[in-house]
């Protein structure tokens, strides 16, 4: 099965941080993605990638950055943490059909 | 604006019951849609995918997609207290952007 993997799993930063959640798959997959999820909402996607070196901004990219150094690496960077960006995050890989398939997510508190 | 919609926000249905989830999309540049399925805890993984117009049927669960309104519907048959979920509608534009909507929060009650 596509394996894709995040880490850390849990993180608390302090407000003003900079934070760097990174995320790795095995897929062989072009496409990546980056969500983040509040309590009992939906998926909204901040950055996403098609491929080694590049990164394109999704539905929410303020506050947000993304490095595609590789295939299989995808990172997601809060140079200045807020408060507000305590969330669950996703990152995710998609096959050429579109199917995502999900990292296990990182749990974001900014105190 | 979100891309897709969902509705209704919360469903209870009884066990053995009939759910329905019902999913828009506002952006005439969606091409297909999937329906994700996420246990509390857990991530979203993919329950069902629907490109084309009609009806396609896996077990207990049958989807349906009309590309002209960008309408597309889950329907659980002989709902099961395992079906309890988030049931999150998802859609991809031309550039392979993946949209979610905010999801159906389903209870099976036994």
């Known amino acids: 099965e596509a394996a894709v993997t995040q880490s850390p799993r849990n993180k608390v930063a302090v407000t003003g941080g900079k934070v760097t959640l990174s995320c790795n798959q095995t897929?062989?997959?072009?496409?990546m993605y980056w969500y983040r999820q509040d309590t009992g909402h939906g998926l909204r996607l901040i950055h996403y990638?098609?491929?080694?070196?590049?990164?394109e901004k999704g539905d929410i990219p303020d506050g947000y950055k993304a490095s595609r150094p590789s295939q299989e690496n995808f990172s997601l960077i809060l140079e200045l943490a807020t408060p507000s960006q305590t969330s669950v995050y996703f990152c995710a890989s998609g096959d050429a059909q579109g199917e995502v398939f999900f990292g296990k997510g990182t749990r974001l508190t900014v105190v | 604006q979100q891309k897709v919609q969902q509705s209704p926000e919360s469903l209870i249905v009884p066990e053995g019951g009939m759910a329905s989830l019902n999913c828009t999309s506002s952006d005439r540049n969606v091409d297909y849609f999937w329906w994700y399925r996420q246990h509390s805890g857990k991530s979203p993984k993919m329950l069902m995918s629907i490109f084309s117009n009609g009806e396609k049927e896996e077990g207990r669960f049958t989807v349906h997609l009309n590309k002209a309104s960008l309408h597309t519907s889950l329907h659980i048959r002989d709902s099961q207290p395992s079906d309890s979920a988030l049931y999150l509608c998802a859609a991809s534009d031309s550039n392979n952007r993946i949209f979610f909507g905010d999801g159906t929060q389903l209870v099976v009650k036994p």
């Open positions: 897929n062989n997959h072009n496409n």
């Open positions: 990638s098609y491929g080694a070196g590049s990164t």
